[in-house]
């Protein structure tokens, strides 16, 4: 599908979601951001996963009581991650937890199910997005619905990485809309970054020794675009920020546009 990409800085980017709500804040349940400390539960690819993804930088700084795990896997599409038994899992926490916590999952696909060889069509997709979400509202949770973090691919302008995930951006915030639920909008802001600090240092995050995959995030990434998605979830929803530990330096960084 043809990308219809607005070019923007991070900053530029998070000044322009600080100026706006997200997506309907009443997709939040009676009760999320009072007295209960939040539990996360993640779901989502490689790119969500521990050992590649930024599922683990996003758990890091939760401070005191607040708590998740990262079901995150490898390879997972919106049909595979249920076929697997890995829904199940998350589901089966929120059933657990949603008295004592306030639950929310982040819901993050989109780098396998557009992959032809596995067999999710697109209207598909989406469609498990918004199951996904109804069923964590239907569970007492509130659904997080995270774009695709960008692939760090530059064909030929080291400032112009290739927006490979803009449809299935599209279908999660469409989804998110439908559902009524949060969308946190990780692929405009990741692939805002990388353009602005530029190839050679959007790879310094590169899984492997080599620096070739760049999809997956290394240590380093895992921290940086866990601490940005931590960002855009306290942004979206103010009242978990007390949950969240700060990080002035790394923040100011990402969203000033400089190699963190």
Request: glycine share 8%; hydrophobic share 45%; with cysteine.
């Amino acid at each position: 599908m043809a990308s219809s990409r607005i070019k923007t800085t991070a900053l530029g980017f998070f000044a322009a979601l600080t100026a706006t709500t997200t997506v309907a804040s009443a997709g939040i349940p009676a009760g999320h951001g009072g007295g209960k400390p939040p539990a996360f539960f993640l779901a989502g690819d490689s790119t969500t996963a521990v050992d590649g993804g930024w599922g683990n930088g996003l758990l890091a700084p939760l401070i005191s009581a607040a708590w998740g795990v990262n079901f995150g896997l490898s390879g997972a599409t919106t049909a595979s991650f249920v076929a697997q038994g890995r829904w199940a899992n998350v589901t089966a926490h929120l059933k657990e937890y949603a008295e004592a916590y306030d639950c929310y999952v982040t819901i993050s696909f989109g780098h396998n199910d557009q992959k032809p060889e596995n067999n999710v069509p697109f209207d598909v997709y989406q469609q498990n997005l918004i199951n996904f979400a109804n069923e964590v509202k239907s569970l007492g949770g509130a659904a997080l619905i995270v774009s695709s973090l960008t692939r760090r691919v530059f064909p030929t302008d080291p400032h112009n990485a290739t927006d490979s995930l803009h449809a299935e951006r599209l279908a999660a915030i469409e989804a998110a809309t439908a559902t009524n639920s949060t969308v946190v909008d990780l692929n405009a802001a990741s692939l805002a970054y990388v353009d602005a600090i530029g190839r050679d240092a959007a790879w310094a995050y590169n899984w492997g020794d080599d620096r070739k995959d760049m999809t997956h995030l290394n240590p380093r990434g895992e921290v940086v675009f866990g601490r940005m998605v931590a960002d855009l979830v306290v942004r979206a929803r103010p009242a978990l920020g007390r949950w969240i530990a700060p990080n002035e330096t790394l923040s100011e960084a990402i969203w000033n546009n400089l190699p963190a």
